[in-house]
Every structure is written in C-alpha cells, then in structure tokens.
C-alpha cells in the first residue's frame, strides 16, 4: 500500500469515547471530559444514536481564555455542578487533545477539589485521552487501569474496618472490553451457572441498554459497584478480553504486579476455541463439570457449523473495526473454512500483524474505509462484517454488510445483540451463513437461466 | 432534580403582566451538559453540504469521526462532500507541528479526488500548536490552481455560532476568489436570487426551489443544500438573497449585503403560512405582475392538495401539549406558528443560539405560562417536559430518547431527518410525523404502566 498522509472515512474513534464506554459500566458514575463543549456533544450523539439512550456527559466546556490562562477554573466548576445536579458515586475525569496540549494538571486540581470541596466525598479518576495518541479502545483500557490504580485494594473497606461477620466469598474479576450489553448479561448468567462471583470492571449492561421504567432516572440504574474496584486485589484471577492490545495498559497485568493476581489475558470469548479456553480458565477455579446447558450449546454450535459448511468455506470476508474484535472474529470465521483477505482497524498501537501469522492478508492498519474501497476495487469480496461505517461500501458494491460492533446507526437493537460465548458465536454463524443463503435463494433461477438456458 | 441556580436566568415562564427578559448568547456553563457543541461543529454543519468541496479536517481523527457524512443532506451531482478527510495528527504532529502533514495531505487528497475547492478546518489542537493554515493554504492554492480556503474553527475559540461565522468568512472568500478570475463584472440576472440556510435535508432545498422556478425564478446559488463551487462564485450575478436559517448563514447574508451589494430577505419554509408569506414575499420584491400571479396561482394549486389529508392528521393533533428544543430561533418560531395551525398548545420552547430578540419573539407568541429556554441541558429538559405535561417533544437525535424514556413522542427536526419538512408536501410529512408518533398506542401503555406505579400482575 502507498503511504498516505490523510486518512479518509475512519473506521474508529478517539480515546475520551473510550472513558466514557468504561465509566458507563460503574455505578452513578459519569465522564467529565475536560476540553471544549463539541467533544461531550459529539459524544453522546454517537452513543445515543448507538444504544438508542440518553447518554450525558459532561464537559468543562472551555473557551479561548481558558486556552490561554489555562481551564483548572472551570474544571472545579464543571465538578462542582456535577455534583449538584447528579447523584453521584464517582466521576471519570478524561482529558481531550485541548486540555493535554494546554498542559492543565487534571491530578492536582483533583487534589484540591477532593481536599478543599465539601461534599466532594466520591473519588475522582483521573485519565489521560487525548485523541493524537491512541484510539477508543486504548481510551478504554486506560481508564479502567486508571481507576485501580487510584482505587483498587486487596479487601473491600468494611472488611478493613474490622467487619468479622461477613464472609469473603472468592470472585474472579472481567474486564469485558467493549462489548454489547446483552454480552455482558451473559456473562453474570454465566457466572450464576458455574457457581462463581463474576466481579464485571465494569458493567454497562443496564446503564446503555436500560428498561423503561414509571418514574425516569437521570441517572440510570445499573453498573457495577465501586467496591468492585477497591475489592479488585483480592479477587482469584482477572480475566481480560485482550490479547492486540498493549500490555502496558493492561488492568489485568497492573492488578497482577501490584497484588499478585494472576493475570488472564484473552481474546474475546468468540468462536469454539476461544470460548473453550475461556470454560477451561473457568474451570480451574471451579472444578466442576460445566453445566449441561452450557455443553448443549457448545453442542448446538458444532451442528451448526456443519449445516452451514458449505455456504461458509472459502467465502471471503472483509473485517473492520475495532482490532480486537476484528481479531476474535477472524479467528472464528477461519473456524468454519472462510477467508478474512482484508482487516481494517485504526489503532496504530494494536498488535494484530503480530498475532496473526497467516500470510497474504492486506492490513489497513490507516483504519480508512476508503483504501478498503480501493482494495475491493481490485479484490473478490463475499460479506463486509463490521460497523454501520461499511453501509455506503455495502450500497456501492452490492456487498452484503453484517453489523456487528461500534457504531451501528442505522438499525435498532445493537445493545442486544449477543456477541459472546457458544450462544453468541452461534448467531454469528447463523447471521452470516443466512447472509449467503438469502443471496442464494434469491438469484440461484435468475443466475442459471443466464447460464444456460441460452443454450437450449 | 434542581435547575442550578446560574442557569435560572436563561430558563424562564412566560407571564402575561411582564417581559421575559430571558438571558442567553453566553458560553455553556461548565458541567451543565449543554446539548451545544463547538465552533468546529458550526463550521462543519453549514460547509459540508458544498458537494464538490473537499473538506479536509486538520487534526486528530475525532473531530472527523464524529462528523463523518453528518447532515444526510443530498447532492444532484458529486458525492465528494459524503467522505470524512482528516490529517489523523499523532502525537509528533503535535510536538513538531502539522503543517508537513497538511501540505502532503492536500497533494493527496486533491490529486485523488479533484474536488472543485478545498475547505481546510484547523480544530482544538491547531489552534493551540499554531500551524499556519493560510500560508498551507495559500501555498496549494497556487500549486494546484484551485481555491483553498482556511476556516477557522477551532473549538474552542467561541460557540458554535462563531462556526457560523467563520464558515460564512469562508464562502465569502470563495465569492471573492471566483470574482477575481473575472474579467469584467458580470450583469445581474434578472428575476434571480441565492438560497441562504438550506441544506437540502430529505430534498427541501430541491422542493422550494422547484416552486420558485414555477412561479418564474430563477436560482443562481444555493448555500449551502446542494452547493456547487461554480454556482456559489456566481452568487453576486443575483437579485436578491432569500435567508432561511438566519442563525447559520445571517451573518453571511450581511456580509453579501454590505460589500456586494445583494440585498436579503428572511424567509421560511416550514409550515404551510410561513411557505405562503415567503412566496409572496419574495415575489414582491421583484414588482412583477406575471410573478405575483404565478405566485398565488401556485399557492392555490399546493395548498389545496394536501389539505384534506392534513385535516385527517390535525383530528389526532389537536389540544396535546408540544415541547420545542431545536438549535435556531427561526424554526422554532415557525414551529410555533405551525402547531397553533394544527391546534396544539406549545408549552415550552428552547434554541441553541437565540438571541435577545428572538426570546421575546418567541415569548410574544405563545401563551402565558409557555417556560422558553435558552441552551438547555437534560436536567432541566426532563424538569420542564414533565411539569409542562408537554405530549410531544421536537428536537434532535440527543433528546430523542429522554422523550421516550419520559414517555412521550418525539419529532425529529434535525440533521437525523429523512422526510421533507419544507415547503406544502413538507407540512403535510410534517403533520403526518406529530401525527404517527403521538397516536402511537406505546404512549397509552407507558402512560397505563406510570398511573399502575409498580407492576403487578394478579
């Protein structure tokens, strides 16, 4: 591929989407971005428009004097009248590309805030997002890491405090990544299943994808509970959905140096091998047998991908989005016989060249739908699998989309959508394979009747 | 769930003994959650619909992430305006500065894909490392022949009417430039005028200006619904501007005026009353018989054709309580006027960008107790629907589900919409959407399930 110096259509987003995703899945937690008005606004546009639910975020809304003297002013106004109006449990302070590059000191303006503001008795976590060095998903990682680091503990405060009665039951602490909610409801069913304490940091299953309910909450109900954080060193294990992405901003890998927890790192729990390895780490803590509905869909899973066999091998699919579900995904499409000549992503610290090991694959590593234009000009493509940011490739080629990840914004129901485990990866298999089939179905008489009949 | 107390000034009632006096055209306070957005975001809303413009956005791949094919408004021909371009600065562009970038970037882009001009936008980091946008600029201008134009629009310097602002400065200065490959000044053409504040969403611009060329009118330039670079350069060849989103593009409007001499005239063409006046309006300013009588010729003939079916609408419309929250003043006004034509009662209005003026107009069309609001946020908007009973919120796409989560329906009249709201057929979508989304038999359930309070089954 030629160097490009621009990057035209991106498949991805900036860091500070990332804290807000990772703030979401705490409890009466909201994401302060400190930086000017349009980074909260664009924001939420395109996570409403996502979830299809009011998402708020706030912002220190600074302008050209704060530029210039510097925005710690309005950051304290900004946390004060946070507070006022929301009741909180904690608030994720991100920075954006103005605030870093003016050089504001988010870390001691929260010092003096949580010193010198009465009533400021929730934490305030402060992570570094500025757009130019590193993608949403790098946005997320940090500011779960940066909320152990400033939290995470080895028991919860009232054990401290001498609490003899209660008892500790052991946990396993998930760092699910991003996620649907539906998967996220998985995992605590799976959790209840197996007979063991899922610790989801965090769970934004409720609070982006909440019931309606008879009186309205501003603040959704849902997400996981502080003490999760502060419990975190304790914990038997922490398994985390992440094997493309640094090590060095690893929560996990944090949590393992700090207090010797052992340290779990995998794929997305997408597709028959990856789902095993994620039953076995299961089950090493728990020596049971899995339970029977979980092996019945494991079961169901193999059926499936021998009724769809056909239809799958050797189809080629073309992946973009974020790398580590581009990655989970091409382990599992390689699973049922089909071929992934085409990956798009856009975060340049990923490590997806590294991991996959199969040559003859285009890495569009500028994460720009545009140069996957390019390359399907010259290339045979089958399916586009990814966000609603391949809709206008899917139109312009006749290619079928299946949508699956960050942002789809032109269909409903993408916090239901379940992505993970036996039961997940079977309506992957089933939402792809119908995507040759209705194909098939649909042009099979009109095709051979061109083939053929002429010759009659 | 209290309005914080410096907010208090710009969230007013309306009482029949006193004036308003509704305070507004300030910054966002900080931590309020403004439903603003930035002085970027004002720029790149009213240039991208230039369709065969190549706008490229010089920073971090956020700011064009988020604005990817924002508006949905269409194009009769080239579709560049449609891709998202970005220099994708890291964090060495930032250190060393971008401008390297930014030229090769430009050579790029150009080359590939032979726009008619160039739109660069500096955002939040340009404006703080400094980059020389006009010296890039000015540099490719002459290299590859064509108009490059700096908007300056970083984020944070300003609101998001200095957007406005700096994307009328803009178009401006690619006026100038197509006068100065002139040779002689051109002659006006007669009976012509410019589009102002259209953008062409759901073929608006194409439904008004279908009636114009009916009533023998021609349209030189349209700004910026459907834009061309050529048709914008020929913008002075006009008669007259007719402005519809003043919040957007007055401010260009008056620039026109004062230094190229093209009178304006606001119009608008949401709601069958406001189509009506501005037709004759505009066919007034011409002081032509045939126009005039082409003009209520074609009034006549739109007007009754959809009017039946918008009276089967207006039955499932009439007495709900409305709730208006959109950016400018002037739909709002004309909001106004078109649910006091359906019989609704509109109990709370909000804008963006208002001004003094605008608040008392609005404030002197509507009732007393009406709450009017200046740059609301969800706290208070979930306070006043509720205390206002309103059965129908308008507004974009970030509102949309605290409607629905506070039960009540929702119209959209935003960047999101993918039906005409202009113009006669507009008004009749326009109803027929109230209609659809109040009659909706969810909002019995949900109201059923609220009065119940908790869920019983037996």
Known sequence: MPEHYATVNPCYHCMPLGAIFAAKGFEKTLTLLHGSQGCATYMRRHLARHFHEPVDVVSSSLNEKDAIYGGEENLKKALRNTCKQYNLQMIIVASTCLSETIGDDIGAVIKDVEKGVPGMAIPLVSVSTPSYQGSFSRGYWKTIKAALEKLSGKSSPCAQEGDKGRVEKPFINIIPGLVTPQDLRWFLRLGELLGIDFHLLGNYANTFDAPWETSFKLMPEGGSPISYLREAGAALATIEFSVVHPEADSPAVFLQQKFDVPAFRMPYPVGLDAVDKFMKVLTTFRGEKIPGEITENRGRLLDAMADAHKVLFAKKAVLFGESEYVFSVYRTLREWGMECPALVYGERESLLKEEIKEKGITFIDSGSMFELKEWINCNEVDLLLGSSVGASLSLEFGLPLLRRGFPIHDRFGAGRVLTVGYEGTLSLIDDTANMFAAEIHASFRRKLKESYLWKV | ?458
């Open chain 2, 1 to 458: 769930m209290d309005i914080l107390s410096e907010r208090k000034a710009f969230v007013k009632r309306k009482r029949a003994d006193s004036g308003l006096a509704l305070d507004c055209e300030k910054a966002s306070l900080p931590g309020a959650v403004s439903q603003r957005a930035c002085v970027f975001c004002g720029a790149r809303v009213v240039l991208n619909p230039i369709t065969d413009a190549l706008h490229l956005i010089h920073g971090p791949i956020g700011c064009a992430s988020y604005t990817w094919d924002i508006r949905g408004s269409l194009s009769s021909e080239s579709e560049i305006y449609r891709h998202s371009f970005s220099t994708d600065m890291r964090e060495k562009d930032v250190i060393f500065g971008g401008e390297k970038k930014l030229e090769k970037a430009l050579e790029e882009l150009i080359n590939k894909f032979q726009p008619r001009a160039v739109f660069v936008f500096s955002t939040c980091i340009v404006g703080i490392i400094g980059d020389d946008l006009e010296a890039v600029c000015k540099a490719a201008e002459r290299k590859f022949g064509l108009p490059v134009i700096p908007v300056q629009s970083s984020g944070f310097e300003g609101t998001k009417s200095s957007g406005y602002r700096a994307a009328g400065d803009a178009i401006f200065r690619l006026i100038c430039k197509g006068q100065a490959f002139r040779s002689e000044k051109e002659e006006k053409i007669p009976f012509s005028v410019n589009m102002l504040g259209d953008f062409n969403l759901a073929a608006e611009l194409w439904i008004v200006k279908d009636y114009l060329k009916r009533i023998g009118i021609k349209v030189i330039a349209t700004m910026t619904g459907d834009g061309k670079v050529k048709d914008i350069q020929d913008a002075p060849c006009a008669r007259l501007n007719i402005l519809q989103c003043a919040g957007s593009m007055g401010y260009l409007a008056r620039r026109l005026k004062e230094e190229l001499d093209i009178p304006f005239m606001k119009i608008s063409f949401f709601g069958e009353l406001d189509t009506i006046n501005s037709l004759r309006a505009i066919a007034g300013f011409f002081e032509d018989r045939r126009i005039r009588e082409n003009t209520e010729r074609l009034i006549r003939e739109e007007s009754s054709r959809y009017s039946s079916r918008i009276e089967k609408y207006k039955k499932g419309i009439e007495g709900k309580r409305i709730a208006i929250y959109v950016g400018g003043a002037f739909k709002a006004k004309s909001l106004i006027k078109s649910f006091r034509a359906l019989d609704a009662e509109v109990v709370f209005v909000g804008t963006q960008t208002g001004n003094r003026d605008d608040y008392e107009e609005i404030s002197a069309m509507t009732n007393p107790g009406t709450i009017i609001a200046d740059d609301t946020n969800p706290v208070e908007l979930a306070k006043c629907l509720g205390e206002q009973k309103a059965d129908l919120l308008v507004g974009g796409v970030k509102e949309r589900y605290l409607a629905y989560k506070l039960g009540i329906g929702f119209c959209d009249h935003n960047h999101e919409r993918k039906y005409p709201l202009a113009g006669f057929v507009g008004d009749l979508e326009f109803t027929r959407e109230i209609y659809t989304s109040i009659q909706s038999p969810v909002w019995k359930i949900l109201k059923r399930e609220k009065d119940a309070g908790t869920l019983r089954y037996c």
